[in-house]
């Protein structure tokens, strides 16, 4: 079984930061992509930065500058470090790691139960 576990959201005013965090349990294998998502009421769940492998790194155009993901294999843990927070960024933040676990072969899709993040302005 593969547990992810989600922590770091809560209230900040306008032009504050937040640290989010994705840790990973369980019998595992190999992690590929681990990703941050966000879906505010109303709208579709976005994709909001990437670290697929390495130091490789990609971020939605409205968080480029402000959001910094990164990632420690050996905790197998991603980070979200938000900066400069608009009111704009609140939404609920769910992070989604790809990995391959101890008795399948296939590389299967796993969710946090998602964090709320709300800015205030």
């Known amino acids: 079984q593969v547990q992810l576990v989600e922590s770091g959201g809560g209230l900040v005013q306008a032009g504050g930061s937040l640290r989010l965090s994705c840790a990973a349990s369980?019998?595992?294998?190999?992690?590929?992509?681990m990703d941050w998502y966000r879906q505010a009421p109303g709208k579709q769940r976005e994709l909001v930065a990437a670290v697929p492998s390495g130091d490789r790194t990609n971020y939605a155009d409205a968080v480029k500058g402000r959001f910094t993901v990164s990632r420690d294999n050996a905790k197998n843990t991603v980070y979200l470090q938000m900066n400069s927070l608009k009111p704009e960024d609140t939404a609920v933040y769910y992070c989604n790691i790809n990995l391959i676990s101890l008795g399948d072969a296939r590389l299967n899709s796993y969710w946090g139960q998602g964090t709320q993040v709300t800015v205030s302005s």
């Open positions: 369980g019998s595992i294998i190999r992690i590929n992509s």
